[in-house]
């Protein structure tokens, strides 16, 4: 079975919903479909939400109003039949019904997280009544009776496998099969979401779950390209990647998956396979754990990124120096990107600036402290094993003419990263483009 999940944009109009139902049901083989809200619904459902934080119900019924008419819309629009349209206008009333009943009492967090489940929750009930209208063994099956997190917010595979294998053991010969992404209940019962990577992370955890063939993430873009096509002129799409290589773009700046979202899929050794709802027939990128040696494959860069360094003479030879200054920063939760040392002093880097103030002040006690805002790390990534003789001279050569605070090189064997000023980010990236993919 292949896991096919669908973003916000892919479902975002009632046509874009009859091209993912086409896209669906081509192969005729059993399907497992995941699909987010409709773009720009939860970012509603969140307003609507912020209106009941601020105990204003007739600001929340307005927009709560204004959604429902949208839907209705998309309701004419999607269905051909009046049966049809008149079951899925009877299910956006009720699910509006159910949103305009939080207007009516004491609003919580959890509260919160019940509404902006919804989106899924309508998405994928429209899928399933446009499915059955158009003749296919479809069934839909809610995330809300087998995705589950434990105490720690993290998802369960074990629950998640032993519940969804018995709901598909019990509605065996379906085509397809559908099913919210993002949305899960925790360690408590209560309606929840998987946070980092949201859908893609659903579609993980089930092909994992069901030990899927394949696991297909289809957004509005022909895979990961090798750099950044808003910035840089004539990129290209990378054909396949390692699980760490994706795993490290991703983290670095490459917004078209989710560094967690393919774990589950890595530790089960099914491919992942990047595709584009707009061109269905582009190749795309596949994940998987074939390593091609000797190739470097694609160049990102994060933003809003923050430069300490911790300069001190009592570091010389001084037991303990290291733990002390990380110490500090996870007591902020606070993660560090980069780090560099030397013999009197080291460098950080941190892309949240939430608890920046004290964090300073507790380094203090150990040295002297210089920050540096407005930065960003250029990540390289490929086979870039130190065995590979003179790849990390071309990327160093490329960066020649920009001013670099920070390398870190050696501690993956997949990324060369460089630590440059917000402003030099673009030329750093087309440098690195000509250099080393022309």
């Not at 917010?153 to 598909?168: F, G, M, N, R, V």
């Not at 950080?348 to 002297?368: F, M, R």
């Not at 790849?391 to 993956?412: C, H, N, Q, W």
Request: proline fraction near 3%; glycine fraction near 6%; charge should be negative.
């Amino acid at each position: 079975m292949i896991v096919m999940k669908f973003g916000g944009t892919s479902v975002g109009t009632p046509e874009r919903m009859k091209s993912v139902a086409e896209l669906t049901t081509r192969s005729g083989e059993p399907t497992f479909v995941v699909l987010s809200a409709m773009s720009g619904t939860t970012n509603t459902l969140i307003e609507i939400s912020d209106y009941l934080y601020q105990k204003n119900p007739d600001g929340a019924n307005e927009v709560i109003n204004m959604l429902e008419k949208k839907y209705m819309q998309h309701v004419e629009e999607l269905f051909s039949t009046e049966e049809w349209k008149e079951k899925t206008r009877l299910f956006i009333e009720e699910e509006f019904n159910y949103l305009r009943s939080f207007t009516k009492d004491l609003f919580t967090s959890f509260e919160e997280k019940s509404i902006v489940a919804q989106g899924e929750v309508i998405s994928t009930n429209m899928m399933a009544n446009y499915l059955h209208e158009k003749g296919v063994n479809a069934i839909l099956l809610s995330a809300l009776d087998f995705m589950r997190t434990d105490k720690n917010a993290e998802p369960d595979p074990q629950y998640i496998k032993e519940k969804l294998s018995a709901i598909l053991s019990e509605n065996e010969g379906y085509q397809i099969y559908i099913t919210q992404g993002f949305i899960c209940r925790n360690a408590y019962g209560e309606v929840d979401n998987l946070q980092r990577g949201g859908s893609d992370y659903t579609a993980s955890l089930i092909g994992a779950a069901i030990n899927a063939e394949e696991i297909q993430i289809w957004t509005d873009i022909d895979g990961m390209h090798n750099n950044d096509p808003r910035i840089v002129d004539d990129t290209e799409a990378v054909r396949q990647l390692n699980f760490e290589e994706a795993a490290e773009l991703a983290y670095f700046g490459a917004k078209i998956l989710h560094p967690t979202c393919i774990q589950p899929a890595k530790y089960a050794g099914i491919p992942v396979r990047l595709l584009n709802t707009m061109q269905p027939d582009a190749e795309g990128t596949i994940v998987d754990n074939v390593i091609m040696r000797g190739q470097i494959k694609a160049v990102a860069a994060k933003d809003n990124i923050i430069a300490i360094k911790i300069k001190s003479s009592r570091m010389l030879l001084a037991t303990g120096f290291l733990r002390k200054v990380f110490e500090i920063f996870e007591s902020y939760q606070t993660p560090i990107d980069m780090v560099c040392t030397s013999e009197v002093g080291v460098s950080v880097t941190i892309d949240n600036d939430a608890h920046l103030s004290p964090i300073v002040n507790e380094l203090k006690k150990y040295g002297t402290v210089t920050v540096d805002a407005h930065m960003c790390i250029i990540c390289v990534v490929g086979d870039l094993d130190w065995s590979n003789l003179g790849f990390e001279t071309l990327a160093t050569d490329a960066m020649k003419d920009i001013p670099v605070r920070m390398i870190s090189y050696g501690g993956s064997n997949y990324n060369i990263s460089f630590l440059v000023k917000e402003q030099d980010k673009k030329r750093a990236l087309q440098n690195l483009s000509e250099k080393l993919f022309k």
